[in-house]
């Protein structure tokens, strides 16, 4: 699974800036048939959680409503540099995780 | 346009030109009559006119002014989603790509063993393709010539048509070409493809007996219920497509038109398509390269 994520490049302290991530993903809904005729079974992210300088800052439950390929946008508060850690699940079991870094300047 | 380019163009032209006159030929009438002095001299006017009047280039239906990205047909949200480097989800694919092209994946020498960084040395490679192969004698598109240089020089079976990892090569690839003109060589070797693909353009297929020409030189700018016709360029391939759902060539996209009239779709990788493509960046010259686009 590739996945990216966005964040500036620094931040002031206290200041709020955006995170966005990109994953790539069929997020198989389980309301399609294959050419056959046989359902084809629902395969979604269905957790994503992303943790800042080890405490959790963000977490979403994903469902067959989200397009594949899910993006997401929130917005934190820059307390101090650190890894933003994201790490997600599907319904086959996949994990995946990805991290960057954020330079928190004074 | 330079006129060398297209000199070879002119006995192809002159041809046509001559063939027509020829079946107009027993409309002349009696042999020995003037009428066949006339006719002779009629065919001597026509190759002149032919030379004189291609020695630019031969004509496209849609004149360079006028042609139009197929972008510019989108609406707001879908070019603001190709404008963000970050939210086109091709870009995805293009990710995958760079890694791809560092990894040799179990062959001696990965791509950049033998092509160094690609953003310096893929600039503009991706604007000459579908090109002629001389070891294959064919013309390759670009997915095609990386599969080529798999089995040749890296001794790799090549990737699967339409994988994500050979569409995230040639994203990857293409996009080092952004902004820069599609520019494809029509030349001798190019010339046979290029003639077989404008009869098919121009050629009534499927149930519904429509050409290609029909949507997107008579009546693009026009809707099919919800849809815009466009100009049908390949311009922003490889794409992601906002109906699949997924990241996809230009051969994915051609098989849908062949498909939406109705007629048997050819395979992936056929000469057919990649003469088609050939056609069409000749067509489209000129328009900026997008990959990674991203299309309704």
Known sequence: MTARIQVPREVQRGAVFEVRIAIQHPMETGFRYDLMGKPIPKNVINTLVCRYGGAEAFR??????????????????????????????????????????????? | MEPTKYAALIPGLIRSACIGVHRRLPLFGGAGSARNRLAASVAGACLLHAALSTAAEPQRKIPPSALRSGITFASADVRALQADDFENPGMLWVERGAKRWNDAGGAAKSCRDCHGDAVARMKGVATRYPAFDAASGRVLTLDARINAC??????????????DDLLAL???????????????????????????????YYRRIGQFNLSCAHCHEANWGKRIYAETVSQGHGNGYPAYRLEWQAFGSLERRLRACYSGVRAEMPDYGSAELAELQLFLSWRGRGLPVEAPGVRR
Do not use: C
Request: without cysteine; charged residues 25%; hydrophobic residues 35%.
């Open chain 1, 60 to 106: 979403a439950e994903l469902g067959s409503g989200i397009a594949a390929n899910p993006y997401l946008q929130f917005y934190t508060v820059a307390e101090a540099s650190g890894d933003l850690e994201f790490s997600w699940v599907d319904d086959a079991g996949e994990r995946g995780s990805e991290r960057v870094t954020v330079n928190v300047v004074e």
């Open chain 2, 150 to 163: 798999r089995t040749r020089h890296q001794s790799l079976d090549p990737l699967p048509l339409e994988s």
């Open chain 2, 170 to 200: 040639s994203a990857y690839v293409a996009k080092q070409s952004r902004g820069m003109p599609v520019e494809v060589t029509i030349d001798e070797r190019t010339m046979p493809s290029f003639e077989r693909a404008r009869a098919l």
